[in-house]
């Protein structure tokens, strides 16, 4: 063959390719481009940087020139190899370029099959073949079927050639020398490999007590298959919960992932803490008390954190942490991971620690939630289980965002709690639903109750799929632990940072799809996971069936190991209840809302000072931050709550003449969605709530509003002050009940 048959083979290859890559994301460049030109003006209130836009798609296009240039190198010599006759030296051009399309349109072909059964997410209408793309035989067939033409290929090349290459296997010295440095170095690897566990083995120094969090993003206890849910959502869970002791009432004081966690590792609720929102201003990043990892550092523990999404929150060393395991960038994979690219061949392939030299902000990027191979993540934390060995005590905090709105499924997730109905739009991705909520506005839009149902099932499917497959990571996780030797001697906190409000029947509000963190009602996205397994199993299997808080997670540890406390916190030691001393601690918890919108806001609703999501942001460094102008806003539109066993008091600032805080109190027992306020019947407990509800408001504004006037009447929380430094004159309104989707 000439060169310039290769030459011709391979911008075949490159325009193939290319071209696919231009099929599948014309639509979305165009949108990129728009976006970046809108984020770019000069009046724009979040400036994204174009340069790192840019290169991403760069990187995407260079990426197709060059796998094509390998692809079709390789075509060329096999399809020149099968139509060359035996012992000839020309070959038929016509049939040489046939037999080489044929061959390049096949590897296409394979390669997009591959992907659709690996990452359907990926496709935007893949639903259309979810008997294909859904199915476990499908992708058993479509991996078989890869190997067994590959196999067939070289063998027919083998046959064809055979005298050929016995002849150069039996003249060439140096043929034969490669063969048998091939055949030993692989011996001599599998040896190694073999043997190498059994090589230099120590027994583990490490005798603990260690500590070690496990954190899954968005897990509801209800789901849990261990706790009467339906569906096997959580086996290693289930198994995990029979050496801890399992809290069956467990609340965080916001459900949003960073506040959530800065509370669990201070034990101060977000006003004392100071960190009230996920992506703060720098100056309000770090709490204002000590953290768990800064204690345990100072006395001489080693300190992990790992994290796989830092979309919403990432970890800086300040907070305490020698180890930080994170994707490195937030402004580019927020932006990119919401207007996820279809760039099927190079995320599908790349997916993997070889591709993340090329692309490395796909490293353990859970952002990315149709590609996200958690696996990867879970094998790096598995490592530092082994590193951990020889150490002293440690503690090691690791998070999974395994599960985040908006849901996408990959292999073999997308085959699990498959509906039994027709096509669904968001058969794989929950991702195109929300963008068209969004477009939309009214979810009374998308179609009929029929159809809004399937949807909202559908929801639920792919929530139950990812729930599988962070439990699949506990498991691995803490097997891990067990092969280290470091599992009986550590104190194992397994929790959510919050849960998640899905769609059911009779809610308060007009439901548009998963949230958390943006209201009140229900305990949805407030009650946790929470589980703690005490070093050598003590107290395994008990339960604590009364009110407990997130905050009080840290004073129980340092109580469990007989240290002192870490400074004034929130929270109380658990110890008491779990030991049967206090069988009813008598706990309040107290919850806010972040940052919401006026989908949930009841009428003269205080507003915000901004007027979209993007105004009240910027970058700084490739991160995103809230402006520090709006905190003060933002803070005091909060709703707040606290609660009991029974009851909960909800208190929302409502313009008026001045501000007042409406409350509405509710039997959280016979009225779980929170929709009969019982307030005026029930004075007392109204009184008791609210003087345990009023110290936070009153420190929020003591903070951000030079404080409240001496004379406020707490009964009433009527407040005749100035707001118009605060809010809009034209305070947000909606009306009160939302209407429940039914």
Not at 235 to 257: C, E, S, W, Y
Not at 391 to 418: D, K, Q, R
Not at 664 to 669: K, M, N, R, S
Request: aromatic share 12%; hydrophobic share 45%.
């Amino acid at each position: 063959m000439r060169r310039r048959e290769w030459i011709f083979c391979v911008l075949l290859s490159v325009a193939a390719f290319v071209g696919a890559g231009v099929i599948h994301n014309y639509e979305h460049v165009a949108k990129a481009v728009a976006l970046l030109r809108e984020f770019r003006e000069p009046d724009a209130s979040l400036r994204l940087p174009a340069t790192p836009y840019i290169i991403v798609f760069l990187r995407i296009a260079i990426f197709h020139v060059l796998i094509a240039i390998p692809i079709g190198l390789l075509l060329a010599a096999a399809a020149h190899g099968l139509v060359r006759p035996a012992g000839q030296a020309g070959i038929r051009k016509g049939v040489f370029y046939r037999t080489y399309l044929v061959l390049l349109a096949g590897v296409l072909t394979y390669l997009h099959l591959w992907a659709i059964t690996q990452y359907p997410g990926l496709f935007k209408n893949s639903w259309q073949y979810a008997w294909f793309a859904g199915s476990s035989f499908w992708a058993f067939v479509v991996v078989q079927a890869g190997r067994v033409a590959a196999a067939l290929l070289v063998l027919v090349l083998v046959l064809k050639y055979r005298g050929a290459i016995r002849t150069a296997v039996v003249t060439s010295r140096s043929v034969r020398a490669v063969l048998l440095g091939a055949v030993g170095a692989g011996c001599a690897i599998a040896g190694v490999v073999g043997l190498w566990p059994l090589v230099g083995r120590k027994p583990p120094a490490n005798r603990g007590p260690n500590v070690v969090f496990i954190g899954v993003d968005s897990v509801r206890p209800d789901h849990l298959s261990a706790l009467g849910y339906p569906r096997p959502t959580t086996p290693n869970i289930d198994a995990f919960l029979k050496d801890a002791v399992r809290f069956d009432q467990a609340f965080v004081p916001m459900a949003r992932t960073y506040p959530s966690w800065m509370a669990i590792l201070t034990g101060c609720y977000p006003s004392r803490n100071g960190v009230q929102f996920d992506l703060p201003p720098p100056e309000l990043y770090h709490p204002v008390v000590p953290t768990l990892a800064q204690y345990f550092r100072h006395r001489g523990y080693s300190t992990a954190f790992f994290l796989n999404n830092t979309n919403y929150a990432w970890i800086e060393p300040t907070l305490g942490f020698d180890r930080i395991v994170q994707p490195e960038h937030n402004a580019v994979d927020f932006y990119l991971s919401h207007a996820q690219p279809s760039a099927i061949l190079y995320y599908s392939l790349l997916n993997n620690p070889l591709g993340w030299l090329i692309e490395p902000g796909l490293r353990w990027n859970a952002a990315y939630a149709p590609l996200y191979r958690p696996e990867l993540f879970d094998r790096e934390v598995v490592a530092h289980w082994e590193d951990m060995k020889q150490a002293g005590a440690f503690l090691t905090v690791v998070h999974m965002c395994n599960i985040h709105v908006p849901y996408s499924v990959n292999y073999p997730y997308s085959t699990y709690f498959a509906p039994s109905f027709g096509p669904v739009s968001c058969r794989f991705t929950y991702r195109l639903l929300v963008e068209e909520i969004a477009r939309r506005k009214q979810i009374a839009a998308i179609g009929s109750p029929a159809e809004r149902a399937r949807i909202f099932v559908q929801e639920i499917n792919l929530y139950d799929a990812l729930l599988r497959s962070n439990d699949d990571s506990v498991g691995r996780i803490l097997d891990g632990l067990k092969h280290a030797g470091l599992y009986d001697n550590s104190l194992i906190v397994l929790l959510s940072d919050h849960g998640e409000h899905l769609f059911k029947r009779g809610l308060r509000y007009r439901y548009l799809n998963a949230n958390h963190g943006n209201h009140l009602w229900g305990d949805e996205d407030l009650r946790i996971v929470l589980a703690i397994k005490f070093p050598q199993q003590k107290y395994a299997g008990r339960v604590v069936k009364s009110l407990v808080r997130s905050i009080d997670i840290t004073p129980t540890l340092l109580d469990a190991l007989d240290l002192p406390p870490i400074g004034p916190t929130d929270g109380v030691s658990l110890i008491p209840a779990i030991e049967g001393r206090a069988t009813s601690p008598g706990l309040i918890a107290y919850a806010e809302t972040e940052l919401t919108t006026d989908d949930y806001f009841i009428s003269r609703h205080l507003g915000y000072a901004f007027d979209n999501y993007f105004d009240l942001h910027y970058v700084e460094d490739l991160r995103i931050y809230k402006k520090l102008e709006h905190i003060p806003n933002l803070v005091l539109s909060k709703d707040r709550m606290v609660r009991d066993e029974r009851w909960k008091l909800i208190s929302y600032p409502v313009v008026g003449d001045g501000l007042t805080f409406y409350t509405e109190l509710f039997d959280v027992t016979a009225d779980p969605n929170n929709l009969r306020d019982v307030a005026t019947s029930h004075p007392a407990e109204v009184k008791r709530l609210r003087a345990a509800l009023w110290p936070h408001i009153e420190t929020d504004w003591k903070r951000w509003a030079g404080g409240l006037p001496k004379d406020l009447p707490v009964s009433t929380g009527s407040v005749h002050v100035d707001l118009s430094r605060f809010w809009k004159a034209n305070a947000k309104t909606s009306d009160k009940p939302a209407e429940a989707l039914e």
